[in-house]
């Protein structure tokens, strides 16, 4: 006799080890990708901020800014307190927006090299990093399907960039 179908189907049954390695090694890639993303965005993020977010003890000052370059902007400093004023500090091209223009900015300690001070130098310094969460959002969303993850790191990333753009504009 034969035997009628019920409409369901087996279970599928237990997964083969190899594909069950092969999914752990692809999420271990996503992991690492996205890390070092991230960690790329810290690095290349602290050569600034760590002037601007520990700027306690360093000098502060205002920038005029005389001229611009391709690269970089040069103008008298004043520093705060009873230190004479110095000319010929430099500036990102990217921070100082006009000529005339007086910035707030902290002194790079051994050069003559300022950064902006305040919550648009804060902003900006952390900038590559804000670029780094973007990235690591399309690894974690796509690679990962971490899609409420990846939308907090998109969130977080866009919330910087813009929040510099806006304080810097």
């Given amino acids: ?28 890639a996503m992991v690492a990708v996205a890390v070092l993303l991230l ?9 600034t901020a760590q002037h601007v977010v520990l700027s306690k003890g360093r000098e502060h000052g205002r920038l005029t800014v005389a001229r611009c370059g391709e690269e970089t902007c040069t103008g008298p400093f004043d520093p705060e ?8 500090m430099s500036i990102g091209r990217s921070v100082a927006v006009a000529r005339g ?7 790079k300690p051994g050069t ?17 990093l804000g670029g780094a969460l973007l990235l690591a959002a399309l690894v974690i969303g796509g690679g990962l399907r971490w899609t409420r993850v990846a939308w907090g790191a998109a969130a977080a990333g866009g919330a910087l960039l813009l929040g510099a753009f806006f304080a810097l504009g």
Avoid: I, Q, T, Y
């Fill in 1 to 28: 006799m034969k035997r009628k179908s019920s409409g369901r189907r087996k279970p599928a049954g237990k997964r083969k080890p190899s594909g069950r390695m092969v999914d752990h090694g692809r999420r271990a």
């Fill in 39 to 47: 960690v790329a965005g810290v690095w290349s993020s602290w050569d």
């Fill in 81 to 88: 307190g009873s230190a004479a004023a110095r000319g010929g």
């Fill in 101 to 107: 223009e007086k910035l707030d900015v902290v002194v």
């Fill in 112 to 128: 003559r090299e300022v950064v902006r001070a305040g919550w648009p130098g804060v902003l900006h310094a952390w900038m590559p």
